[in-house]
């Protein structure tokens, strides 16, 4: 499956954004979809997961819970990452990431467990 993520941007301390991760190829599967991020100088670390089907099931990272929202529309093939109350810390490049089937939530956390990346695409937050 090939990913395409856009909406990304520079945004002040306490505003929104809101990313968009487009899945095209064999989406016919059930995928879990994910969000990470990787700041400069810094590990690509996990933000967010969403299982594809079988009623969906969320994650987060605790630095985002209560502040970012992952959803997904299967008609459009995209998932989104509503992210609120930004701080300049959430300055990363985020990347999605998808796989086929669903996973435990211990291994969803891990971007080993993904072969298929998105082209990544900067927030930056002001202070």
């Known amino acids: 499956v090939q990913l395409q993520a856009s909406g990304g941007g520079l945004v002040q301390t306490g505003g929104s954004l809101r990313l968009s991760c487009t899945a095209s190829g064999r989406t016919g599967s059930s995928y879990t979809m994910a969000w990470f991020r990787q700041a400069p100088g810094k590990e690509r670390e996990f933000v967010a997961a969403?299982?594809?089907?079988?009623?969906?099931?969320?994650f987060y990272h605790d630095s985002v819970k209560a502040r970012f929202t992952i959803s997904r529309d299967n008609a459009k093939n995209t998932v989104y990452l509503q992210m609120n109350s930004l701080k300049p810390e959430d300055t990363a490049v985020y990347y999605c990431a998808a796989r086929p089937g669903s996973l435990i939530s211990g291994r969803l956390r891990n971007q080993y467990e993904y072969d298929s990346w998105g082209q990544g695409t900067q927030v930056t937050v002001s202070s």
């Open positions: 969403i299982r594809w089907s079988g009623g969906g099931g969320t």
